[in-house]
């Protein structure tokens, strides 16, 4: 195999990584979008060779990429006292500062701004997603909802993971993208995903973040593998953490579903009527609900029933 | 609360070249395209948008007219008031226009 070809980055000595970061040549094509990454920031290459180990990439550009993200110091100062890093996408994104330490954060970041700031060919919208072979849920939360405690949980079930962070709908079939990046987990939400899917699958946790405690779940080999195989969405959850309220799922009408969902895309009112179109039609083909639970097992047992119920 | 100056024989056009509307349930959903905006409408604001698209221009009394027959709504159901409130909303947000001239 020779260096133009793709192969997981984790079997790339790691020399090659650096050289090809340090050039900005290193290429990571995952689902519809292809990222050329450059950076000289050590913490970065070990969060991509702990997380990143099973995806594709090639150390030298072939092709013209979706995404550029150049994880660079926000100014001269910063490159040498209290370093910091920021994502640098190509055009001037709101990102903060972020210390060294947190080269993985502000890489995750970037990228999902990049995906939610210039991604017109889905419409974007803040949700997680899984799928089997019949079908996907599709889980739109606000932060702090519990939606990638619920992907990273269903990915134990059997689902396959479509994304994390955004579900991507596409305009033509109204089915969802896979872009299967590592699910960001926070908090409380690190060790039951831990104890769930065995301490190897976690990466490392960074402390202190704007976020508080984060870790990742990485993506398995098979979920990158099928990263090309889009899913209808058979049942669309609002999910909803309420410790110290009921719990209850409440089906949703195909009206108010539509109107909630698009204050969560991204880039709904760019892209317009055909935006407008491929949502209805997804919310059409699905069961809707609000579910509200007050744990992670309780959350779990209404979403296999709503799952059973749909034929998931 | 309307969009610009008007009279009770304003008369007013349904812009149905830029919106695209789908029943669901009880309700209708609207895209319109020069807004990017989506709205809920009820039966109301749908069956005023259906009587203009397709009988063309008229003011508030016979816009009434039309959607108490389209209805099957009285006066005392659906007052003249309320017609011309619901027409005035749909002004704002460009779903019903003034016709110049």
């Not at chain 1, 702990?50 to 030298?60: H, L, M, N, Q, S």
């Not at chain 1, 202190?208 to 990158?224: E, L």
Request: proline fraction near 5%; charged fraction near 20%.
């Amino acid at each position: 195999m020779g260096m133009t070809d793709f192969k997981p980055l984790g079997e790339y000595d790691r020399r090659a990584i650096i050289d090809a970061l340090a050039a900005g040549t290193l290429e990571m094509p995952l689902g519809h979008f292809t990222a050329r990454i450059k950076a000289q920031v050590n913490t970065l290459v070990d969060f991509l060779y702990d997380t990143y180990r099973d995806v594709p990439v090639k150390t030298e550009l072939s092709d013209v990429t979706d995404i550029s993200i150049h994880l660079r110091a926000p100014s001269i100062l910063r490159k040498y006292i209290r370093t910091q890093v920021i994502p640098d996408p190509g055009f001037q994104v709101p990102a903060v500062p972020l210390p060294t330490s947190m080269a993985a954060l502000a890489f995750e970041m970037g990228v999902n701004l990049v995906v939610a700031l210039k991604c017109c060919r889905f419409v974007s919208c803040h949700a997680g997603v899984v799928a089997n072979e019949k079908g996907a849920i599709f889980m739109c939360a606000n932060s702090g909802g519990g939606k990638s405690t619920l992907v990273s949980v269903l990915m134990e079930d059997g689902y396959r993971l479509l994304s994390d962070e955004f579900g991507l709908l596409c305009m033509e079939s109204a089915s969802l993208a896979a872009y299967p990046r590592p699910v960001s987990l926070k908090n409380v939400s690190i060790d039951i995903v831990r104890q769930l899917s065995g301490k190897e699958w976690i990466s490392p946790e960074l402390s202190g973040t704007p976020k508080g405690k984060i870790a990742y779940r990485r993506a398995r080999p098979d979920d990158i593998n099928k990263a090309h195989l889009s899913a209808p969405a058979k049942l669309i959850l609002f999910p909803s953490f309420n410790p110290i309220g009921g719990h209850y799922a409440r089906r949703l009408s195909v009206s108010e579903a539509v109107m909630r969902l698009i204050p969560s895309s991204t880039n709904y009112h760019l892209l317009g009527e055909k935006a407008y179109l491929a949502l209805t039609k997804m919310v059409a083909g699905a069961e809707v609900y609000e579910i509200a639970y007050r744990s992670t097992d309780e959350s779990l047992t209404i979403v296999r029933d709503l799952a059973v119920k749909v034929g998931l | 609360m309307a969009a610009g100056p008007f009279s009770s024989e304003t008369l007013w056009v349904a812009d149905v070249a830029n919106y695209t509307i789908n029943p669901h349930d009880d309700v209708f959903l609207i895209f319109h395209k020069l807004s990017g905006d989506t709205h809920i409408l009820n039966f109301l604001s749908a069956g005023i948008l259906e009587v203009l698209k397709n009988n063309g221009a008229a003011n508030f009394q016979t816009i009434a007219e039309w959607v108490w027959a389209f209805l099957d709504l009285t006066v005392e159901e659906c007052p003249l008031d309320l017609v011309e409130k619901t027409i005035l909303q749909l002004d704002d947000v460009a779903l019903v226009l003034p016709q110049n001239g």
